[in-house]
């Protein structure tokens, strides 16, 4: 069941014209809320954010791979504050992962917006933009926008035959899992 997600999920950056529903978000928000985190200690925020304005705001956030959120029905930016956890990282990054696979289950079309480590068009740091657009408290960082919506194109699931196998190793780095 799980696995039929997994081949599912695809970057989706086209979104149709269409409200998600609010059980729907309720849902993806606590996917969110449902991570694992590394000592339990929570240290993400999540900001739910279908204000279009801010959307569009948001979608000159880097230089490339952010202006499809300007048509996007909803975005959920991740945040952390680095003195709860000094892996925040990963904290927020099992989160976006769960809001996304969630979105495949619920029909929704996702695809992570890197914030975190990205500059804006103009050289400026793409996180204190997104910090300031959002009056996100300066103490927190910023790892990524998740953007949402109803699917407006159509990609192929992967193929479990095609998946990288040689990135397997067995026992020792290198040697080949037996048939
Ligand atoms: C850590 C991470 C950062 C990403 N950053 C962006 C991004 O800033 N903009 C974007 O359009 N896609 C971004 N993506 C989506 C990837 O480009 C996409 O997952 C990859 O090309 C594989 O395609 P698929 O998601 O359809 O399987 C990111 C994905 C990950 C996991």
Same mark, same amino acid.
């Given at each position: @069941?799980? @696995?039929? !997600?997994?081949? &599912? ?16 978000? =309720?849902?993806?928000? #606590? ?10 200690? #929570?240290?993400? #925020?999540? $900001? =739910?954010?279908?204000? %279009? ?23 959920? $930016? ?21 809001? #996304? @696979?969630?979105? $495949?289950? *619920?029909? !929704? ?17 793409? &996180?204190?933009? $997104? %910090? ?30 095609? *998946?990288?196998?040689?990135?397997? +190793?067995?026992?020792?780095?290198? +040697?080949?899992?037996?048939?």
């Amino acid at each position: @069941m799980y @696995m039929k !997600l997994l081949e &599912e999920r695809r970057s989706i950056r086209k979104y149709k014209n269409q409200e998600i529903e609010g059980e729907k978000i =309720q849902s993806l928000l #606590q996917a969110a809320l449902l991570s694992p985190t590394s000592r339990g200690s #929570q240290p993400w #925020q999540f $900001v =739910q954010v279908d204000d %279009k304005d801010l959307l569009q705001e948001l979608s000159e956030a880097k230089a490339g791979g952010s202006s499809f959120l300007a048509g996007a029905t909803l975005a959920i $930016v991740i945040a952390a504050d680095p003195e709860i956890s000094d892996v925040w990282v990963e904290d927020c990054s099992i989160a976006a992962t769960n809001i #996304q @696979m969630e979105a $495949v289950d *619920l029909d !929704l079309g996702s695809c992570w917006i890197q914030i975190r480590k990205r500059q804006r068009q103009d050289g400026s740091d793409s &996180e204190e933009y $997104v %910090k300031d657009v959002l009056n996100l408290p300066n103490k927190l960082r910023v790892d990524s926008i998740i953007a949402l919506g109803y699917p407006d194109e159509e990609k192929e699931k992967y193929d479990l035959d095609d *998946l990288p196998y040689n990135k397997i +190793h067995y026992n020792r780095y290198g +040697h080949e899992v037996p048939e």
